[in-house]
Nanobody, 115 residues
Framework: QVQLVESGGGLVQPGGSLRLSCAAS????????MGWYRQAPRKPRELVAR???????NYADSVKGRFPISRDNAKNTLYLQMSSLKPEDTAVYYC?????????WGKGTLVTVSA
């Protein structure tokens, strides 16, 4: 079993920045995919950014250049540095880890971008 705990969400003004963190614990093997997804009200959950199991990165077009993803393998922690935030970035942000056919989700952290 794997546990994921997100942190770093909050209220921020348009143009501002936030850094999200996701701490993973449990039975984590050396090869896994890990990433960030978000779900806005009345919309389906969507990919924001992720590391694939081979180490490459994927980004949603809407966040390219604004939300770099990074990780600290020694700490099993994933980060999302969000900048130039827009009201349409408002959503619950979820951390995801996938390994050997299993998919794990955190409980999410709310990001609200509003003046």
């Amino acid at each position: 079993q794997v546990q994921l705990v997100e942190s770093g969400g909050g209220l921020v003004q348009p143009g501002g920045s936030l850094r999200l963190s996701c701490a993973a614990s449990g039975n984590i093997f050396s090869i896994y995919a890990m990433g960030w997804y978000r779900q806005a009200p009345r919309k389906p959950r969507e990919l924001v950014a992720r590391f694939t199991s081979s180490g490459s990165t994927n980004y949603a077009d809407s966040v390219k250049g604004r939300f770099p993803i990074s990780r600290d393998n020694a700490k099993n922690t994933l980060y999302l540095q969000m900048s130039s935030l827009k009201p349409e970035d408002t959503a619950v942000y979820y951390c995801n880890l996938g390994q050997y056919g299993n998919n794990y989700w955190g409980k999410g952290t709310l990001v609200t971008v509003s003046a």
